[in-house]
């Protein structure tokens, strides 16, 4: 249930497993192979985590939203948002 305010949403994301096994590389200057230092990668998901996250928050509301105001297409569907927001003005 919301009042029209935002809505924020606070989520949370088990990390990223470290790979401890450092991959081969290449040094950019001598052209010889090394192997890469080992370091965590985290903060790489997080963009990623929110574009999910707001996708499944769109989801859920657009299910509620129709369950609210049932409808088979979207002019209906505005219609009865318009009415119930006219509604509620009242109140």
């Known amino acids: 249930m919301t009042n029209g305010q935002p809505i924020v949403v606070r989520g949370v994301m088990k990390p990223i497993p470290t790979l401890y096994k450092p991959l081969m590389s290449v040094d950019i200057e001598t052209h010889e192979p ?3 230092t080992v ?3 985290d903060p790489t998901a997080l963009p990623a985590a929110g574009v999910v996250m707001e996708a499944v ?3 859920v ?3 509620e939203i ?3 105001f049932s409808s088979d297409n979207l002019e209906e569907l ?3 948002v318009a009415k119930h927001r006219d509604y509620t003005k009242n109140y």
């Open 66 to 68: 129709l369950e609210k």
């Open 61 to 63: 509301l657009a299910q």
């Open 78 to 80: 505005k219609e009865a």
């Open 34 to 36: 090394y192997k890469a």
């Open 57 to 59: 928050v769109a989801t």
């Open 39 to 41: 370091e965590r990668s």
